[in-house]
T-cell receptor, first 112, second 113 residues
Framework: GQQLNQSPQSMFIQEGEDVSMNCTSS?????WLWYKQDPGEGPVLLIALYKAGELTSNGRLTAQFGITRKDSFLNISASIPSDVGIYFC????????????FGSGTQLTVLP | NAGVTQTPKFQVLKTGQSMTLQCAQDMNHEYMSWYRQDPGMGLRLIHYSVGAGITDQGEVPNGYNVSRSTTEDFPLRLLSAAPSQTSVYFC????????????FGQGTRLTVV
């Protein structure tokens, strides 16, 4: 079953605003990944995190691997229209190497 | 580079029919996998392979078969299609042995009527 809780499910923001989304679990993860999916396309990797406490940026995107290894967040600063899409967290559970578990996604809409 | 190529992009099947979804990658990745995506549920792992001749089950393997005879190809077979298998299917490959940082294909939208 679903072992990752991703929130919020959807967000409507104004262009230029910052946005934050997160994933939590009751289980420990060894890896956290953040993907973006555009309509009709496959997910594209945004950021990969491998160590507890790690904070990594990719342009306007910043993600962190939680200290407890049970959560991660993604921040997008100064949103632009092309940020629209579905954002997924994914992780590798401790003890389930070689398998990715995905969150249910956050649908982001950026209003002009 | 083409990356991960899936065919077909769309398919309609009748209940009970069988078919094979094709997946090929040109990045020489050892790890390949198949996911299904259903509304509100994210992606769920069906089967994966860590190299030619090696396959293993993921979270939702029932009703699907895979084989890996070459590094490049990883087809997914539906043995007897059911309406519950209506979904979008994604193939992915990774240069990491643990399957992380996966590259995804564009998906196959399958409808079973």
């Amino acid at each position: 079953g679903q072992q990752l809780n991703q929130s919020p499910q959807s967000m409507f923001i104004q262009e230029g605003e910052d946005v934050s989304m997160n994933c939590t679990s009751s289980s420990i993860f060894n890896t956290w990944l953040w993907y973006k999916q555009d309509p009709g396309e496959g997910p594209v990797l945004l950021i990969a995190l491998y160590k507890a406490g790690e904070l990594t940026s990719n342009g306007r995107l910043t993600a962190q691997f939680g200290i407890t290894r049970k959560d991660s967040f993604l921040n997008i600063s100064a949103s632009i229209p092309s940020d629209v899409g579905i954002y997924f967290c994914a992780g590798q559970l401790r003890g389930s190497a070689r398998q990715l578990t995905f969150g249910s996604g956050t649908q982001l809409t950026v209003l002009p | 580079n083409a990356g991960v190529t899936q065919t077909p992009k769309f398919q309609v099947l009748k209940t009970g029919q069988s078919m094979t979804l094709q997946c090929a990658q040109d990045m020489n990745h050892e790890y390949m996998s198949w996911y299904r995506q259903d509304p509100g549920m994210g992606l769920r792992l069906i089967h994966y392979s860590v190299g030619a001749g090696i396959t293993d089950q993921g979270e939702v393997p029932n009703g699907y078969n895979v084989s890996r005879s070459t590094t490049e190809d990883f087809p997914l077979r539906l043995l007897s299609a059911a309406p519950s298998q209506t979904s979008v299917y994604f193939c992915a490959s990774s240069s990491r042995a643990d399957g992380g940082e996966a590259f995804f294909g564009q998906g196959t939208r399958l409808t079973v009527v």
